[in-house]
Structure formats: C-alpha cells, structure tokens
C-alpha cells in the first residue's frame, strides 16, 4: 500500500507564503519611505555619478565636451593651488575638531551638573536657540567685526591697543587665523547635545557610588563622565572632520579664498574652478578627490574606533 500524502503544503511553499504576508504587512512603510529613496537617488547620487563620469572629460557646461581620460587628475596631482588649499582646510579641520571637543564637552558637563532643573533648561534652550541663525548671518557679522575701522580695531583702540590693529582678512599672515578664531568663541548646539546626552545615559548610580567615595569635580570629570562619553567623542571627530573638511561659505563671505590663496579651501576652489572659469570637468575632479579623501579618512577612523572597542 502507498504511503499517503502529507498533508498541507511543503516547507518551501509556507516560507514563500510568509514571505509574501511580510511584504504586503510592509508595504505602506515601503511605500512611505520609496519619495525618500527617490530623492536621495535624483538629489544626491545621480549628481555624484555624473561628477565622476564628467572628471574624465573637459566640459565647461555648454559646447565642450571631450574625454580626456586621467588629465584632470593628472594636472591636480601638479596643481600647486590645490595642494595650498588642502594645508589650508587641513589646518582649518585640526583647529575645528580640537574646539569642538573641548568647549561642547565642557558646557555640557556644565549644564549637566546643574541641580536646579529650571536653570538647566534655560543653559540647554541658550545653547540650542543659535541652531536656528543661518551661518551665513554669523559670518557676515565677523566680516562686519574684522573689517577696517570695524568694530575689532575699534575696540583695541579704544582700550589703548592700537599699535595690534592689522587688515585682520587682508593680510595672509592674519586671515586664516580670524577665520580658524570665528569657530572659537561658539558653542555648537549639535556637538553640546551629543555630549548632554551622553552625560545623561550615564547610571545615575555610579554618580552617587562617586560620591561615596569623596570623588570632587574634577576627579568626577576625568575619571568618570570622560571616559563614559568616548563614543560621543568619536562621533564629535568624525562629523566636525566631514563638516570642516568641506567648508565653503565661511571663507567664500570672509575672504574668498584670499589674500592670494592664503585661505583657500578645496570646496572653494572647486567652486571657482566650475563657476568663475568653466572648468567644470576639472572640478569635478577636485570633488571625486575630496570624496575620496572624506571616505578614506572616515574608514579608517571607523576602523581604529573598532580596534580601540575590541582592546577595551
């Protein structure tokens, strides 16, 4: 007598049943998120791939249009200007990534051991309230304060200090300098709530085990919220690197890139390169470089962060 037939439908036809049930559960949230992924791949990559493919052609955006091949890089690599630029952005992003893990981290240690709530959330809405000021306004301002007879001389006159007064933006020796001390006095908002909430995540008990033990502030700080907030510290290098790296506008409003080519950055530069001399092609190429750059910095940092987690 045969064996009967078991029942039910095989293994394979219930996984592709359930398979199908998932989808059609998830798909309204497919389809929510489908106008992002759109809109990533129209405003984000089709730009960067057409970057890349033009990097190989002379194109100035109209009636030229001719492939090259590796020229573009080829003349980069012997460009004394964008070599000038990246010493520039490199000093610009050194400076940027010490401030911002230093002065942040200090005001929301600050902010976070404040006892009375109602203080505290007025330091939190005080650090957080600049967020809204476009950047463009800040740097209009400094310009507006380094100016000649601006209101920096001004002040040193009127305090007696007149012999320091320079052209602050005009003279190399001075303008990267007032452009690295514009990121100086201020606080991100961003970088100060990375670092609050850090503080926060912390046990409160380990606190109180501190207290216990006669720990005062400053052993507090160095033996214990420092070492528990790392990972927003290596979070802080990492998007004030990208950040910095690509900064644009602040030397555009400030000095564009002079005196000479004392402050030039290499997103400026790009940006002359394609709009003040059609050399679109070549600048194109100048981008593909820095996105290289910015991906190779950010692995590597991602990998020693790795190798630090798995030596702890």
Known sequence: MANPMPYGPSPHLRA????????????????????????????????????????????????????????????????????????????????????????????????????????????????????????????????????????????LEAVGLGSLIHAWLGESGTALWSIVFINFPWISGIYFLIYLAGLIAIPQELFEVGHMDGMGGWRRFWHMELPLVRNQMRLVVILAFIQQFQSFENVLVLTNGGPGFSTLTPALYLYKKGFEYNELGYASAIGVIVFVLLLFVTLAFNRFIRAADRME
Do not use: C
């Not at 129209?42 to 100035?60: D, R």
């Not at 005080?126 to 601006?150: A, K, N, S």
């Open 16 to 155: 592709a049943s359930r398979r199908r049930r998932r989808i059609r559960l998830h798909v309204k949230a497919y389809l929510f998120l489908a106008p992002i992924f759109i809109s990533i791949g129209l405003f984000k990559y089709t730009p960067f791939v057409h970057a890349l493919i033009q990097s190989f052609y002379e194109w100035n955006g109209a009636n030229i249009n001719r492939f090259i091949g590796l020229r573009n890089f080829s003349e980069l690599f012997r460009d004394p200007v964008f070599y000038a630029s990246m010493k520039n952005v490199g000093l610009f992003t050194a400076s940027f990534i010490v401030i911002q893990l230093t002065l942040p981290l200090l005001a929301a240690v600050g902010v976070f051991r404040l006892r009375r709530t109602r203080l505290q959330s007025f330091f939190k809405s005080m650090f957080i309230v600049p967020m809204v000021v476009p950047h463009i306004i800040v740097f209009l301002l400094w310009r507006w304060i380094y100016v000649g007879d601006g209101l920096l001389d001004r002040t």
